[in-house]
């Protein structure tokens, strides 16, 4: 039987979300703060301004959440995209302990949103369990839960290769590492969920309104979109990996990636316990790695990086056939699962693969970053610009950072050099 034959190139949580009511606006003339894209980052922003009584509007190119946050794995993470040991490397341990509290406030952030706004989106503290690829990589694991027990205060927990029946059904790996504070929630029930908020808090939510420019003026900004002209007095750019052309310092600074995820049909109950008994947010260690969970109706939902080029039609096909592949090749039980969806999206990786939040020189405020690791620090840096707007103070860790980019204006937006790291990360995967 072919798995493929059924697939549909399409998003399977978005078939989950209900549809948003959103209340009819008036297009302004003028607003306190114009927030450029509508997923977690620009509605976490826009719910904290509006319960604050600013008159706030964000502005989606597509349907609220069309961008990464209806299409990910649903992953709420402890930690960020680099390792610990990169983040205690190049910052030390003080500045490291503090990204990885931020990390567990994100998480909080999220849950508390979701409990206080109702959403029903499944959100559950089942924990992650990342996967061993080599036996080097369970020797690093056992270094790391000996790191986060010590240095900060995190107890997660090592299982070996002998144990591991006790978490997945798979037979490839060489041990596993287990953080009970991750969670997991269906992403687009999710950013439904938030738009609604927003928009039941008084933030003015237009879709199907792309931004065209944003310029200075006054002591303010006009910014022009597809549906007319508008006044701010601030405006937050939260475009993560779809930032495109909107701003050249950000376009300088954010390379923007695919990844892709198919789903097989509902599965047996008995087999889903096989595969995941746990239930818990799966990865493995390798760069090119492989994410994947059941969902709340025992699809696998199993994703990864076919290529680095941001999704096409034609990159989903083919990435549907490697991560078909793939599935098998980690649970063979799967092979005769059919797959019933494919999709991809783009998330944004900065050169230091950290989120970042800051202003530009002509005074645009943004909020965009962190790879793979957005779903809870996107929606609490989002949160913490909106509170900011509102005229509170609020410090993070990553204020300040510096937001890289190539030396010499080798980068210009156009990510020329994407198959050269591919290849780099193929031959460390290989290799190490
Ligand atoms: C396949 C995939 C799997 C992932 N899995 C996980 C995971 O399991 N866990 C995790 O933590 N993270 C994951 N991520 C990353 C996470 O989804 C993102 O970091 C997060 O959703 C980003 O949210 P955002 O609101 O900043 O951006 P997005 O949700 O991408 O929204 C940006 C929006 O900006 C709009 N826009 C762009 N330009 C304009 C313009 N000019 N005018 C108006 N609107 C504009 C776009 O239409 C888009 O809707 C994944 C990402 C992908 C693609």
């Known amino acids: 039987m072919d798995a493929l034959l059924s697939v549909r190139e399409a998003c399977y949580w978005t078939t989950t979300a209900p549809a948003l009511q959103l209340t009819p606006r008036d297009w302004p003339a003028r607003a306190d703060v114009v927030i450029v894209g509508g997923g977690y980052t620009g509605l976490s922003a826009a719910r ?48 490291a302990r503090e ?3 931020a990390s567990l406030d994100a998480i909080r952030y999220v849950e508390t949103v979701v409990r206080e706004e109702g959403i029903a989106c499944d959100f559950r ?12 990589h369970f020797d690093a694991f056992q270094r ?24 997945i059904g798979a037979r490839s790996y060489h041990g596993g590492l287990v ?29 199907d309104t792309r931004v065209l420019s944003i310029s200075r003026e006054g002591a303010g900004f006009v910014v022009r979109t597809t549906r007319g002209a508008l006044r701010a007095r601030d405006v937050l750019i939260a475009t993560n990996g779809y930032t495109n052309g909107l701003h050249p310092y950000l376009r300088r600074r954010i ?29 493995d260690s390798k760069n090119f790695l492989y994410y994947f969970r059941l969902s709340k109706d025992n699809r696998m939902i199993f994703g990864g990086r076919a290529g680095l080029f941001p999704e096409t039609p034609r990159t989903v096909r083919e990435s549907a056939t490697i991560l078909q592949r793939a599935l098998v ?32 020189e002509d005074g645009v405020h943004f909020a965009l ?64």
């Open 48 to 95: 904290e301004l509006a319960k604050r009584g600013a008159h706030v509007c964000v502005l989606e190119a597509h349907a609220f959440g069309w961008g990464a946050s209806s299409r990910n794995g649903g992953m709420v993470l402890t930690g960020l995209k680099p390792s610990l040991g990169a983040l205690v490397k190049s910052f030390g341990l003080t500045r």
């Open 99 to 101: 990204f990885f509290c």
């Open 125 to 136: 503290r089942c924990g992650h369990l990342e996967l061993a690829y080599k036996p080097a």
């Open 144 to 167: 790391d839960a000996e790191m986060l027990a010590r240095d900060f205060q995190h107890p997660v927990r090592v299982v070996s290769s002998a144990d591991l029946p006790t978490e």
């Open 179 to 207: 953080d009970e504070a991750s969670a997991g929630v269906n992403p687009a029930q999710y950013v439904t969920g938030l738009a609604q908020a927003a928009d039941r808090a008084g933030a003015h939510l237009f879709a």
């Open 255 to 283: 390379v923007p990636i695919g990844s892709y995820i198919i789903a097989t049909e509902p599965l047996p109950t008995t087999l889903a316990a096989e595969l995941s008994p746990t239930r818990r947010m799966m990865f």
């Open 329 to 360: 090749e980690v649970y063979p039980q799967l092979r005769n699962a059919r797959i019933e969806y494919a999709w991809g999206g783009t998330l944004a990786f900065a050169f230091d693969q950290l989120p970042h939040i800051g202003r530009t």
């Open 369 to 432: 970053g962190c790879g793979g690791h957005g779903v809870a620090i996107l929606s609490y840096l989002g949160g913490v610009m909106g509170r900011r707007l509102s005229g509170e103070t609020m410090s993070t860790p990553f204020d300040q950072l510096p937001f890289p980019t190539m030396p010499l204006g080798l980068y210009n937006g156009n990510p020329w050099f994407l198959p050269l790291v591919g290849w780099y990360y193929r031959i460390l995967d290989a290799l190490l």
